[in-house]
T-cell receptor
């Protein structure tokens, strides 16, 4: 059974810092990995999707890497801003039926 | 505007009552999903549907029921058999076989 872990559970950084959020998964037979952002009490917004054949994806200040063999992904946020404060979730797609397995998330706070 | 709507945003019920959560999408997506989110936990899949008039149990289907009579709609009923119904419920949709799921804003259900 696939398990997804995100460490740390919470992170506080000053504005302007570059930061890395980690995601690990137990079964390397994934189709893809997605990073989502969730603001308090809201739904999920997709940030980046990395196919299993890819090593990384970039969107603006966000960059996500994928090392399938070691079961790890890292979301890098450059020049963090207070507006980046949110919970970041990673999810992996395995098996049939487009079933996503989610991590528990990292709650990020960027302070002024 | 294309997207997924969930209503209501907040729902309160007494223990022992069934309650139905609405999910509608106008993205012309084939597949729809219901997830449950509890504090400090990742999203867990309740039910999913690939096409109209067909749906499958997810990881935590006990105490829930769904229907898929129209492509656009996938309502979730939380029955009195669900032992811990208080949670945040998220609906998602995707093109079947596609990698990316799109999420609605969620419904927070409180049962007392």
């Amino acid at each position: 059974k696939q398990e997804v872990t995100q460490i740390p559970a919470a992170l506080s950084v000053p504005e302007g810092e570059n930061l890395a959020l980690n995601c690990s998964f137990t079964d390397s037979a994934i189709y893809n990995l997605q990073w989502f952002r969730q603001d308090p009490g809201k739904g999920l917004t997709s940030l980046l999707l990395i196919q299993s054949s890819q090593r990384e994806q970039t969107s603006g200040r966000l960059n996500a890497s994928l090392d399938k063999s070691s079961g790890r992904s890292t979301l890098y946020i450059a020049a963090s801003q207070p507006g980046d404060s949110a919970t970041y979730l990673c999810a992996v797609l395995t098996g049939t039926a487009s079933k996503l397995t989610f991590g528990t998330g990292t709650r990020l706070q960027v302070t002024l | 505007d294309g997207g997924i709507t969930q209503s209501p945003k907040y729902l309160f019920r007494k223990e022992g009552q069934n309650v139905t959560l609405s999910c509608e999408q106008n993205l012309n997506h084939d597949a729809m999903y219901w997830y449950r989110q509890d504090p400090g936990q990742g999203l867990r899949l309740i039910y999913y549907s690939q096409i109209v008039n067909d749906f499958q149990k997810g990881d935590i289907a006990e105490g829930y029921s769904v229907s898929r009579e129209k492509k656009e709609s996938f309502p979730l009923t939380v029955t009195s058999a669900q032992k811990n119904p208080t949670a945040f419920y998220l609906c998602a949709s995707s093109i079947w076989g596609s990698d990316e799921q799109y999420f609605g804003p969620g419904t927070r259900l409180t049962v007392t």
